[in-house]
């Protein structure tokens, strides 16, 4: 499984794939001479690299900073200084969705609601679960946007039909 969630995780982004299919043709472009034993072995070393290094960037860096952070908001209970820390976990190269989502949540928490908005707005195609549609409506609702809040409040329903806070605010904002 782990082995899997790897190279699922890595092979999802594009520009890593086409990094491993790089990495793999590499040898077959080579002149028209038979390769020797260095020069496969090169190969084979070039690929390790590009392995390690895509899983590395692709998989453990991300939850690493994600993990930082969580630590960070349990160990000082201060969101100011988290918030920071989840927005250099957001990294450019594919941070979990968990991150964008539990970043907007602790804005939502500190009334930023707009901001939560733009940072939900990041993981929208990624993510369909209650808890961001939730949030995406507590963030709707608070800016004033009440046919958003709605929409996005039944759409908590539909995901989780039980979530008392959902049938309140769609309750109080009808």
Not at 1 to 25: G, K, Y
Not at 118 to 126: G, Q, V
Request: proline residues 5%.
């Amino acid at each position: 499984m782990t082995v899997f969630s790897i190279f699922n995780t890595t092979l999802h982004s594009a520009p890593f794939a086409l990094l491993w299919l790089l990495f793999l043709s590499y040898s077959l472009f080579d002149d028209r001479r038979a390769p020797s034993i260095n020069r496969i072995n090169q190969i084979r070393w070039i690929a390790a690299m590009a392995a390690g290094s895509s899983i590395l960037f692709a998989s453990i860096w991300p939850s690493f900073l994600l993990n930082r952070a969580r630590n960070q908001f349990d160990n000082e209970g201060e969101i100011g200084p988290t918030l920071v820390s989840y927005e250099r976990a957001s990294t450019p190269w594919g941070a979990p969705p968990e991150t964008y989502l539990e970043w907007a949540i602790l804005e939502i928490e500190e009334g930023r609601f707009e901001e939560s908005i733009a940072i939900l707005k990041r993981i929208d195609s990624r993510i369909d679960t209650g808890e961001f549609h939730f949030a995406f409506a507590l963030s709707y609702e608070n800016i004033g946007e009440t046919e958003l809040a709605i929409r996005h409040y039944k759409l908590t329903i539909e995901r989780w039909p039980r979530h008392r806070p959902a049938w309140e605010g769609l309750l109080n904002i009808m």
